[in-house]
């Protein structure tokens, strides 16, 4: 390490040699940087699974245009909107088809009392498929009455107690007095405000959920033409549709908008983001307060340096040298530990809190110019200073 | 630019804190030193020997006065130049002030690569010579904590010896040194003086070491009360001729 320091400044590698001479204080810097590591890392870690999980329902569906009601920011908020705007869609060139999508929450009784809350998709069962092929595979299994495809990975439920399902035999349970039989599965997982999801065929979805009619569905899925282009027909329908009761999106925009929404303006987001933003703080702090500790101990020695005709670039160069030691050295416990506790995480709460290389990867140059930053200012003290005052 | 005095002081004074506390350490210093010769500062503590030191060695900016220190004027220097300027300098403090996480020879070391990359083999072996030269080959891969006090002071004369300064400074250098080892130290100085032209200044209550002196000034309270030229004795001991 040190001769490879060596060969990399061209000079003694003093500040890898002072951070390894005293092995205690090493360790706690190290420490101290693996934690401030591992508190961004827990913060990105539950923004990314509030991300993943708004979005991943989106990915459900295989479609290019999605209608929504005017007031609706997610796929569950807002108003419904008139199935007739399917119909006015379908008139618009560029338009190949069209279905409604109903969307509900059904509560699933867990042994022991308590209950699941399961996002509830329905579609047209009969017709053609907007949703990914997993499902429409199964569409067969759902044309009898009450019957469902059951997440598999829901909160709650330990994934083996689907096994029977998976090898093809149904279970009924019930749900809101009603009998409902799962018959197939599909892969989901928990989010924010669910534990899990269903998916149902329009016929069952209103049999369950009395209140709602078949002319109101919650968002009208679009497929374009081939050749046409999204976006294009977006604006078409924009001009046909009225703006103050639907809004026209891509599927993709409408998952973007509903990110940017869930982050920015919904409590759970907003909190996140402030985690995120007081880790890094925390992290920044703590990065300083392990390099001024080092710089003022070490100041005689510096003052010393400084009297024999250093000057500031050496300096800076040897906080950075010791910046770069901490940052790249404590930052693997830190990503160990941040992926044992994403491990922990996901399994108590079935949130997608997964490691990302890119989560990976900022972190790592955040650490890096945190450190390299805390060292630059560390390091002003010893600037302005008379050699003579520092002894 | 070039004085015939490396050292030249001219009306220079100094203050020590600000507003109601302000108190003049220096008054009115004018001195010229001879280049290669020991000159020795003295006086009672608190007379201002070590400020004194420190101002003519660029420690300590020069804000009364003058200091014209290898021709170039202390008084308004940019950083920069005085940085430059330090590095034709060597110091001996009255605390070794090593680097406590570097073994002896690379503390030597950093008095060499102060002045560029340079060739790393040659520099480990001057580091290795002038270590042999002030009797420590068998320490020089110590850590300053492995060694006793009259080591570590030698090995920081060492440092400041390598890069051969134009001048040394040099607070109290024999204060941790046994009689024979701190009259080795000055013996080394005054040869440094006759072969190499290098000008000491040295802060001293010893008086084993004034009989070596060129010239002793004597400070009290901050002035300049008195100031002698001594004649040279011849030296008996010329140990950097050894190699």
């Known amino acids: 390490?040190?001769?490879?320091?060596?060969?990399?400044?061209?000079?003694?590698?003093?500040?890898?040699?002072?951070?390894?001479?005293?092995?205690?204080?090493?360790?706690?810097?190290?420490?101290?940087?693996?934690?401030?590591?591992?508190?961004?890392?827990?913060?990105?870690?539950?923004?990314?699974?509030?991300?993943?999980?708004?979005?991943?329902?989106?990915?459900?569906?295989?479609?290019?245009?999605?209608?929504?009601?005017?007031?609706?920011?997610?796929?569950?908020?807002?108003?419904?909107?008139?199935?007739?705007?399917?119909?006015?869609?379908?008139?618009?060139?560029?338009?190949?088809?069209?279905?409604?999508?109903?969307?509900?929450?059904?509560?699933?009784?867990?042994?022991?009392?308590?209950?699941?809350?399961?996002?509830?998709?329905?579609?047209?069962?009969?017709?053609?498929?907007?949703?990914?092929?997993?499902?429409?595979?199964?569409?067969?299994?759902?044309?009898?009455?009450?019957?469902?495809?059951?997440?598999?990975?829901?909160?709650?439920?330990?994934?083996?107690?689907?096994?029977?399902?998976?090898?093809?035999?149904?279970?009924?349970?019930?749900?809101?007095?009603?009998?409902?039989?799962?018959?197939?599965?599909?892969?989901?997982?928990?989010?924010?405000?669910?534990?899990?999801?269903?998916?149902?065929?329009?016929?069952?979805?209103?049999?369950?959920?009395?209140?709602?009619?078949?002319?109101?569905?919650?968002?009208?899925?679009?497929?374009?033409?081939?050749?046409?282009?999204?976006?294009?027909?977006?604006?078409?329908?924009?001009?046909?549709?009225?703006?103050?009761?639907?809004?026209?999106?891509?599927?993709?925009?409408?998952?973007?908008?509903?990110?940017?929404?869930?982050?920015?303006?919904?409590?759970?987001?907003?909190?996140?983001?402030?985690?995120?933003?007081?880790?890094?703080?925390?992290?920044?702090?703590?990065?300083?307060?392990?390099?001024?500790?080092?710089?003022?101990?070490?100041?005689s020695e510096y003052a010393t340096f400084k009297a024999m005709g250093y000057g500031q670039p050496f300096f800076l160069g040897i906080v950075f040298e010791e910046a770069l030691v901490l940052a790249v050295i404590g930052f693997i416990p830190g990503l160990f530990f941040s992926i044992l506790l994403y491990m922990g995480m996901s399994a108590a709460t079935g949130l997608p809190v997964e490691m990302e290389i890119a989560r990976i990867l900022s972190v790592f140059v955040g650490t890096l110019v945190a450190c390299c930053l805390s060292g630059a200012i560390a390091t002003r003290r010893l600037a302005g200073a008379d050699p003579a005052d520092l002894f | 630019m070039t004085d015939a005095a490396p050292i030249i002081t001219s009306g220079l004074d100094h203050f020590f804190g600000t507003g109601e506390a302000r108190k003049q350490a220096i008054w009115d210093v004018n001195l010229e030193i001879a280049p290669g010769k020991l000159t020795v500062l003295m006086g009672p503590s608190g007379s201002g020997k070590t400020t004194l030191l420190t101002l003519m060695g660029c420690l300590r900016d020069v804000k009364d006065g003058s200091v014209r220190l290898l021709g170039i004027e202390l008084n308004g220097a940019p950083e920069k130049q005085l940085v430059a300027l330090r590095r034709k300098l060597g110091f001996i403090f009255q605390a070794h002030n090593l680097h406590e996480s570097l073994t002896a020879t690379q503390n030597v070391m950093m008095g060499l690569q102060v002045h560029g990359r340079g060739d790393p083999v040659k520099q480990l072996a001057a580091a290795h010579h002038i270590l042999g030269l002030v009797g420590l080959a068998d320490r020089r891969d110590y850590l300053p904590g492995n060694l006793s006090g009259g080591q570590k002071q030698r090995v920081a004369i060492a440092r400041a010896l390598v890069s051969n300064p134009k001048i040394v400074f040099a607070d109290e250098p024999t204060a941790a040194l046994d009689k024979v080892s701190g009259r080795n130290v000055v013996e080394m100085l005054k040869a440094l003086g006759v072969q190499r032209n290098t000008t000491t200044v040295m802060v001293t209550h010893d008086n084993r070491i004034l009989e070596m002196a060129d010239r002793i000034i004597t400070l009290e309270e901050g002035r300049v009360v008195k100031d002698v030229v001594q004649p040279t004795k011849p030296l008996q001991l010329v140990e950097l001729t050894k190699s």
Do not use: C
């Open chain 1, 1 to 299: 390490m040190s001769r490879l320091l060596q060969r990399l400044f061209g000079r003694l590698p003093i500040g890898w040699l002072q951070l390894s001479h005293s092995k205690a204080r090493f360790a706690a810097a190290l420490a101290g940087v693996a934690f401030a590591t591992l508190l961004v890392f827990m913060q990105l870690g539950i923004l990314g699974a509030l991300n993943s999980s708004t979005i991943a329902p989106y990915s459900f569906f295989d479609a290019d245009i999605i209608i929504s009601a005017e007031d609706a920011n997610t796929l569950t908020d807002g108003s419904n909107v008139a199935r007739s705007r399917l119909f006015q869609a379908l008139g618009v060139a560029g338009v190949a088809s069209g279905t409604p999508l109903y969307i509900g929450s059904l509560d699933f009784q867990l042994d022991g009392g308590s209950t699941a809350s399961l996002q509830t998709y329905a579609l047209d069962t009969q017709g053609q498929a907007f949703v990914t092929r997993a499902i429409a595979e199964q569409f067969d299994l759902l044309i009898p009455e009450n019957t469902a495809l059951i997440d598999t990975a829901m909160r709650g439920v330990p994934t083996s107690a689907f096994d029977g399902l998976r090898a093809g035999q149904p279970f009924a349970f019930e749900i809101k007095g009603k009998t409902l039989t799962a018959v197939g599965t599909l892969t989901m997982g928990g989010g924010f405000t669910a534990d899990g999801t269903l998916f149902v065929s329009d016929q069952t979805f209103l049999r369950f959920f009395s209140g709602r009619s078949s002319g109101a569905p919650n968002h009208i899925l679009l497929k374009v033409a081939d050749g046409a282009e999204p976006d294009e027909v977006v604006s078409r329908l924009r001009t046909i549709l009225p703006a103050e009761a639907v809004k026209v999106q891509t599927l993709e925009e409408a998952a973007n908008a509903d990110l940017a929404y869930q982050t920015t303006e919904r409590p759970t987001g907003i909190i996140f983001g402030f985690g995120v933003l007081i880790g890094i703080i925390v992290g920044i702090v703590i990065v300083y307060q392990v390099l001024s500790t080092d710089v003022a101990d070490h100041l």
